[in-house]
């Protein structure tokens, strides 16, 4: 009796253990200003705009018993949310930012007895429209790096929802901006 209840002991520490290490995530990350017409205080020979890029993000989001998985189109990445737990199954999550709308992205934790003494931890949000929203801007971020772009004016951003059946829900996001290059003494 007494070797059967330090076996289960010693069984459910490994697992605690094993089990409380730190998800190592993959998150790609891109950030840009984007300018408002009005907020441009350059003339007009001091910087070209170019023309309109578009980019767009689809996912499914896939309701079960008690929570979600999103999928995106091209299968780039798959996360389950359930509750407030988020889990990413395969995949890499891609997220862009416009200027200030980085908001939490990272949190340091201190550890405690099971975890590492100090870990960075991604924040992932739990409301499927928001990967919908990051992964087109991360696209149009990208879109207009390929540009040689220096920002992006006046970004317009809207979202499809769709229900195409009981259980199962299609969010298309299509984001919109000029591309704004800074003219240099090169």
């Known amino acids: 009796m007494k070797k059967t209840l330090k076996i289960s ?22 950030t840009m200003n984007p300018i408002f017409f009005n907020q441009l205080d350059l003339k007009r020979e001091h910087y070209e705009i170019l023309k309109t890029v578009t980019a767009e993000a689809k ?15 091209n299968n780039e990445f798959e996360v389950m949310i359930n509750g407030s737990k988020v889990n990413v199954k ?4 891609k997220f862009g930012y416009l200027a200030n709308d980085i908001g939490h992205t990272t949190q340091v934790s201190k550890g ?28 149009l971020i990208n879109e207009a790096k390929a540009m040689d772009g220096d920002g992006v ?4 951003i809207s979202s499809d929802i769709a229900v195409t059946d009981k259980r199962t829900t299609v969010i298309k996001t299509t984001i919109a ?5 800074l003219k240099t003494d090169r």
């Open 9 to 30: 002991i010693l069984l459910t520490m490994a697992y605690v253990f094993i089990g409380c290490q730190p998800q190592t995530l993959i998150v790609g990350r891109s």
């Open 59 to 73: 996912i499914t989001v896939y309701e079960y018993m008690g929570g979600l998985k999103i999928v995106e189109e």
């Open 90 to 93: 395969n995949g890499v999550l």
């Open 112 to 139: 405690g007895l099971a975890k590492p003494k100090q870990s960075v931890q991604t924040y992932l949000p739990t409301d499927p429209e928001t990967y919908a929203r990051r992964l087109a801007k991360y696209r």
């Open 153 to 156: 004016i006046e970004p317009v």
């Open 177 to 181: 901006a000029k591309i704004i290059v």
